[in-house]
């Protein structure tokens, strides 16, 4: 089952997704969830510990919600998750 698949049927209220899977590519499953209408309204939180220039820009402009660059600070990511599910 694909990770679009699981959350059309999972309807979760937000996608920690990480652009280094061993499937694919994080940016072909953002791009797949942003399309798909039962999806594209889901908050996503893009993770990588790529240090690739531009990444953060490429996945704003795909759609992420949020960018986080490993090594994170816990903090800062539950901030954002609160943040993105109205509590903050």
């Known amino acids: 089952m694909s990770a ?3 959350a059309i ?10 652009l280094s899977m061993p499937a694919g590519d994080g940016f072909s499953v953002l791009g797949r ?12 939180l893009v993770l990588t510990a790529s240090k ?5 820009e490429q996945a704003l ?6 960018y ?9 990511l539950l ?7 109205g509590g903050a």
């Open 68 to 76: 986080f660059e490993k090594p994170f600070e816990s903090w800062d």
């Open 33 to 44: 969830l942003r399309d798909n209408p039962d999806t594209m309204s889901i908050p996503v």
């Open 61 to 66: 402009a795909a759609g992420a919600n949020g």
């Open 52 to 56: 690739k220039p531009g990444l953060r």
């Open 79 to 85: 901030r954002t998750i609160e943040r993105e599910l």
């Open 4 to 6: 679009t698949q699981k």
């Open 9 to 18: 049927q999972g309807k979760p209220n937000l996608i920690i997704l990480d």
